[in-house]
């Protein structure tokens, strides 16, 4: 792997960083935090895929495991990853329904074989403006698709995320209409970048990233991989996700990154990498860096979007 040197944190910067840290903490931090579930190693082999291992050093895994949007435990960037170590991630089960020929409920046991584990590191590009390197383990969400058989008239594919008051504090909170709904275009779904994926960083989900499964899209923003999936269902008409039903001016059905199309509170041009901002007096002055054109997945992907006016289906 091929790291420019000026990708580097330079170790004084983490050092800085800590000092700031520790001095705006009333009370040392704990070395785990509580409840907090011992992380499981999960075993898979890198993606050969074309498009699927980013050269570019991935975020730590600290901060992409602390910095989270999960509505469903609070709305706050540091409340997922103390409010979702409730979460019950056995049993689980995902029912995958709708217009397909062998709809069938499938345990989290045997999704876990369904096919080969594989690692990608995808960059995640969230809409208000940051962006993590992460190291996802799973496998095209497509694996899946097949076992149920898409019936002709299958368009789109809505993706249900678990809504559970007992274990979620935030669906008090009409900030969204719960459960928490996303969806695709079928080829979209079906493009072997699509994952669904299981692990990140050489082990199981942690809660707080969407435990025990979430779909990860790397050419959309980041809202558009629904955490902790419990349904998934083919139709013949386009769901409407939550986001969209939310505020339908400021979200799009596809919401492909696209840095010529501005959301309406954030620009979309350039993106700050979380953790490079360390040290840089708390990311006042911290490095932009262009956002790319499907989020640098181009060529992969832009051919599913070919004739289509993007500023009008963004
Ligand atoms: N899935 C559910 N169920 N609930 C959510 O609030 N937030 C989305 C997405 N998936 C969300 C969700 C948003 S806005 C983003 S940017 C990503 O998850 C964040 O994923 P991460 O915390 O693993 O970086």
């Keep these: 792997m091929k790291i420019l040197p000026s990708e580097i944190t330079p170790r004084r910067f983490h050092l800085q960083r800590r000092t700031l840290l520790a001095a705006a903490l009333p009370v040392a931090l704990p070395v785990a935090l509580p409840g907090a579930a011992l992380a499981q190693a999960l075993p898979a082999s890198r993606s050969g895929l074309p498009g699927a291992l980013l050269m570019e050093p991935p975020t730590r895994k600290q901060d992409a495991t602390s910095y989270n949007n999960f509505y469903e435990f609070g709305t706050e960037k540091d409340e997922p990853v103390r409010q979702a170590q409730r979460l019950r991630t056995r049993p689980w089960t995902v029912s995958v329904e709708g217009e397909v020929l062998k709809p069938r409920v499938f345990g989290i046991e045997d999704l876990l074989k369904l096919a080969p584990m594989e690692e990608r590191i995808y960059r995640l590009r969230c809409v208000e403006g940051w962006s993590m390197v992460i190291p996802w383990i799973g496998y095209s969400l497509s694996a899946l698709l097949r076992q149920v058989e898409p019936t002709g008239k299958a368009k789109f594919v809505e993706f249900v995320t678990l809504a559970d008051r007992e274990q979620m504090p935030g669906l008090r909170s009409g900030v969204l209409d719960w459960p928490y709904v996303e969806a ?105 860096r262009p956002t790319l054109m499907f989020n640098g997945y181009a060529e992969q992907v832009a051919s599913m979007y070919a004739g289509m006016d993007l500023r009008r289906f963004f």
């Design 184 to 288: 695709l275009r079928l080829d979209e779904a079906l493009h072997p970048l699509t994952l669904l994926s299981f692990g990140m960083y050489g082990e199981l989900l942690p809660k707080q990233n969407g435990a025990p499964l979430r779909l990860v899209v790397p050419w959309k923003y980041g809202f558009k991989s629904g955490k902790s999936l419990v349904r998934i269902r083919l139709t013949d008409k386009m769901p409407t996700p939550s986001w969209v039903a939310a505020n339908p001016r400021e979200y799009g059905f596809f919401s492909n990154v696209n840095p010529q199309v501005d959301h309406p509170r954030w620009s979309q041009a350039s993106e700050r990498r979380i953790g490079e901002d360390a040290g840089n007096f708390g990311g006042l002055f911290a490095k932009r």
